[in-house]
């Protein structure tokens, strides 16, 4: 039996008919068209040339929210990789909650910025601090990316051309 990912939710958004967003993990949601999904995913890399990565812009914006809120920043496995962890899988063991309030890796360096090698590194994994994740931030990074996703997909099929006979 082919493995399948474990999928948190299946929805329909009303206002993009015949279109699903399914969860299944860190690079979730991904869409899934019922009608009119060739016209869509045609045009996926034609926006991704253009700098509109929902995932890249949702990290970013939730990385800014979180500074903005006095968390710490991560790089892996650090507030939003757990949190989003801990919502869609916590119950499931996707996450040893046992460890979260010791999750505190190497630092992540800034852009540019070289390792200092005379440096103690925990080296556990971990780039940032993952002690204070949580199921509700995950339940908001995750919400992020739907909604980003959702205005994506919509720009994408308002902007797709018309096959001949629709």
Not at 92 to 102: A, Q
Not at 126 to 131: E, K, P, S
Request: proline share 8%; aromatic share 8%.
């Amino acid at each position: 039996m082919p493995w399948r990912a474990p999928v948190k939710s299946l929805r329909s958004r009303d206002d993009v008919p015949g279109l699903y967003l399914l969860t299944v993990g860190r690079d979730a949601p991904c869409a899934s068209a019922s009608h009119g999904g060739a016209k869509l995913f045609r045009n996926v890399e034609l926006q991704r040339s253009r700098g509109s990565d929902v995932y890249t812009r949702a990290n970013a914006d939730f990385d800014a929210w979180l500074a903005a809120n006095g968390y710490p920043p991560s790089v892996h496995a650090g507030i939003p990789d757990t949190s989003e962890m801990l919502y869609l899988g916590g119950d499931d063991g996707w996450v040893r909650k046992d460890l979260v309030p010791t999750a505190l890796g190497d630092p992540p360096l800034k852009p540019g910025a070289q390792a200092d090698p005379n440096a103690k590194r925990i080296n556990n994994g971990i780039v940032g601090d993952a002690r204070r994740s949580s199921a509700m931030l995950g339940k908001q990074f995750f919400d992020m990316k739907v909604d980003y996703a959702a205005k994506q997909i919509q720009s994408l099929l308002s902007n797709a051309p018309r096959a001949a006979g629709q």
